[in-house]
C-alpha cells in the first residue's frame, strides 16, 4: 500500500493535531495524519479527575526510565497518550505557559528573534479561547479554551491563603505580567470537560476532505532518497504500508521523535551501528540533552474533611453527568504556586502543585485515606539524560535515561522545595485542615534526611523536551526552523525541539510550537509551488 499526500504528520499528540489542523486550513494542502493508538472518545479521557485511568493501558506507551543511580535506582514510570490528542488526553489540563525569560532564552540559544516572548505571545493569544475574556497577554476565539475550574476543592483555597500567610504573593494569573506567586490554575477544559488538542484543534479538523486521520499506524521509519526525506513507513492491521509526501513533519514526542530518527539511520553513528542500524546520516545530537521535570511529593493525613479520593461516587457521578460540576471536573493540582529556592536567583525554578488527595508512586495504586499532597518540581533542572535505541526492532521501547539528581544542584534545589511545602503547610488555614505527616515523615528533618527522601521518592512531572532540540551548534538536531539538519524536506515539531525546559507545564508550550511551525511549513509549500 503506497500514497502521495503534500505533508505527512506522525504522531496525533498536542502539536500533531495543531499541526494537521492548521496545515488543513488551506485547502490546497493534502494532509495525512498518523497515530500508531486510537480513539479518545472515552469517558477515562473525557472526565477531568479520571486523567490516571488511562495509566497503564492500552491509550498508554507506559514508558520507564532505565534505573536512576542518583534516585535510589529506581526505575521511574514515564506515563505518555497513545490516543487522538496524546498526553493533552491524559496530563493534568493545567494551562501554563512559563515564564518570559525562558523564551528569550530559546532566541538567544537558536540566534532567532522569533524565539522570543514577544514574538511567540501572538501565537499564544492566537490558539486561546480564555474564559477571562481578551486582554495584554490572553486571547479568545481560538480553538484552545481555557478556563477556570468550576468546583475548586476548599483545601485549594487555604493552599493559596497559607501560602500568602508563608510570605508569597497572590497570583491570581501564572500567564500575565508575572509568574511568581500562589493561585489557582486555569485549566483547558470546556464547561467541566477535558479540552485536548484533539478536541480542540483535530475533531472540528476531520471533515475536511485535505485531511486524513489513520489510526492504529506504528511508524517504522523514515523514507530517505539521498539527503531528502521522501515518506513514511508504518505498520497497520499487521500490513507494512508506505505513503510519500513533499514534507514529513515527526510530532510523535520527546520520546517518539528521537527513537523514529534513529530507526531511520538518523542520529549518533556509534551507537546507531551498535544496535544494528545502517547509519544513513551520523547527527550526534539525536535523543541526547534529554530534559524532565522531577517532582518529589509531601503528603499529609487530613484531620477532618473528605479529600477528592470520594469524589468518585453516585453523588459526583451526578453532578459531573448533570451540571458538569462537582469533584469530577477537578485537575487533581488545583493550586500552584511559583517561587525560587534561592533568593539570588532571577526567575523561578521551583514550581509547586498542590493536590487535594492522596497522590502516590503515580497513581499505581488508588488512594485509600483522606490526604493531601504538596508536590515541589523542580523547572530549571541542570540535569540531562538520553533516549537510544535498545534493538532495530521498532516495537522495542527505546531506552529512556533522565539523568534526574546527575547535577547536585538539582537535589539541593528539591530538597529547599519540601521544606517551603512544609512552611506552608504548617500556617493559615491549611494548618487547621493537615494532621502528620505521612511522606517523606516528621521525623525526617535534616537536609541529609530530605536528600535521602528525595532520591527515595522523586518522581516524574511527564515533562520530557529536548531530545531533538533545535539549534545551530554541533548537538543541535533541527534549526530554528525546526529542519532536521542535513535532511530535506523533514521537521520535528513537539517538545523535544525546546532548548531548554519552559518554568510550567510543557502543553500549552507544544501547541505553540505546532501553531509556528504550521505557518513555517505553509510558507516554505507555497513558496514551492509558486516557484513549480
Known amino acids: 500500500m503506497s500514497d502521495a499526500f503534500d505533508v505527512v504528520v506522525v504522531g496525533a499528540g498536542s502539536a500533531g493535531c495543531a499541526l494537521a489542523a492548521r496545515l488543513t486550513e488551506d485547502p490546497a494542502l493534502r494532509v495525512l495524519l498518523l497515530e500508531a493508538g486510537g480513539s479518545d472518545h472515552v469517558l477515562e479521557v473525557q472526565i477531568p479527575a479520571a486523567l490516571y485511568k488511562t495509566f497503564r493501558t492500552r491509550r498508554d506507551w507506559n514508558y520507564s526510565t532505565e534505573p536512576q543511580p542518583a534516585a535510589s535506582q529506581r526505575r521511574v514510570f514515564w506515563p505518555r497518550g497513545k490516543m487522538l490528542g496524546g498526553c493533552s488526553s491524559n496530563n493534568a489540563m493545567i494551562y501554563i505557559r512559563g515564564a518570559a525569560a525562558d523564551y528569550d ?34 486571547g479568545t476565539g481560538g480553538p484552545l479554551r481555557v478556563e477556570d475550574l468550576r468546583s475548586p476543592h476548599p483545601w485549594s483555597r487555604a493552599v493559596v491563603e497559607s ?37 480542540a484543534y483535530l475533531h472540528p479538523a476531520e471533515g475536511r476532505p485535505n485531511l486524513t486521520v489513520r489510526t492504529g499506524s506504528h511508524v517504522t521509519r523514515v523514507l530517505l532518497d539521498g539527503d531528502r526525506a521522501t515518506g513514511i513507513e508504518y505498520v497497520a492491521d499487521g500490513q507494512l504500508a508506505q505513503v510519500h509526501a513533499d514534507q514529513v513533519v515527526l510530532a510523535a514526542g520527546a520520546i517518539g521523535s528521537p527513537q523514529i530518527l534513529q530507526l531511520s539511520g538518523i542520529g549518533p553513528a556509534d551507537h546507531l551501528r551498535s544496535v544494528g542500524v545502517d547509519v544513513h546520516h551520523d547527527l550526534p545530537g539525536v535523543g541526547e540533552g534529554l530534559q524532565d521535570h522531577p517532582l518529589v511529593p509531601t ?56 493536590l487535594p488527595v492522596k497522590y502516590w508512586q503515580q497513581a499505581r495504586v488508588d488512594p ?60 493559615g488555614p491549611l494548618a487547621g485542615v493537615l494532621a502528620e505527616e505521612w511522606s517523606p515523615g516528621g521525623t525526617v528533618s535534616t537536609r541529609e534526611g530530605l536528600r535521602q527522601a528525595v532520591r527515595d521518592t522523586l518522581e516524574s512531572l511527564y515533562h520530557p523536551v529536548s531530545s531533538c532540540r533545535m539549534g545551530t551548534d554541533d548537538l543541535a538536531v533541527v534549526d530554528p526552523q525546526l529542519r532536521v539538519h542535513g535532511i530535506e524536506g523533514l521537521r520535528v515539531v513537539d517538545a523535544s525541539v525546546m532548548p531548554t525546559l519552559v518554568r510550567g507545564n510543557t502543553n500549552a508550550p507544544t501547541m505553540m510550537i505546532a501553531e509556528r511551525a504550521s505557518d513555517l511549513v505553509r510558507a516554505e509549500l507555497g513558496a514551492a509551488v509558486a516557484m513549480a
Not at 163 to 186: C, I, K, T
Not at 413 to 423: F, M, N, P, S
Open 105 to 138: 532564552e530559546w532566541a538567544q540559544l537558536t540566534g532567532d528573534p522569533g524565539w522570543s516572548y514577544d514574538a511567540v505571545l501572538p501565537l499564544f493569544k492566537r490558539m486561546e479561547d480564555n474564559a477571562r475574556g481578551a486582554d495584554a497577554f490572553h
Open 163 to 199: 501560602a500568602v500567610a508563608a510570605g508569597y504573593p497572590r497570583n491570581d494569573d501564572f500567564n500575565g505580567a508575572q509568574q511568581e506567586g500562589a493561585g489557582l490554575y486555569q485549566v483547558t477544559q470546556r464547561r467541566g470537560r477535558r479540552w485536548s488538542a484533539a478536541d
Open 299 to 354: 503528603i499529609w493525613h487530613v484531620r477532618s474533611g473528605r479529600s477528592l479520593f470520594r469524589g468518585e461516587s453516585p453523588s459526583g457521578y451526578a453532578q459531573w453527568f448533570g451540571a458538569r460540576r462537582g469533584p469530577l471536573t477537578s485537575n487533581l493540582a488545583e493550586a500552584g504556586l511559583f517561587t525560587r529556592s534561592d533568593d539570588a536567583l532571577a526567575e523561578p525554578d521551583l514550581q509547586f502543585h498542590f
Open 368 to 427: 485509600d485515606v483522606d490526604a493531601f499532597t504538596a508536590c515541589a518540581v523542580l523547572v530549571r533542572v541542570e540535569s540531562r539524560g538520553s533516549v537510544r535505541l535498545r534493538s532495530a526492532d521498532p516495537t522495542w521501547a527505546p531506552a529512556i535515561d533522565a539523568g534526574y539528581l546527575t547535577d547536585d544542584r538539582d537535589l539541593e534545589a528539591l530538597v529547599t522545595g519540601v521544606e517551603k511545602a512544609r512552611d506552608i503547610a504548617a500556617v
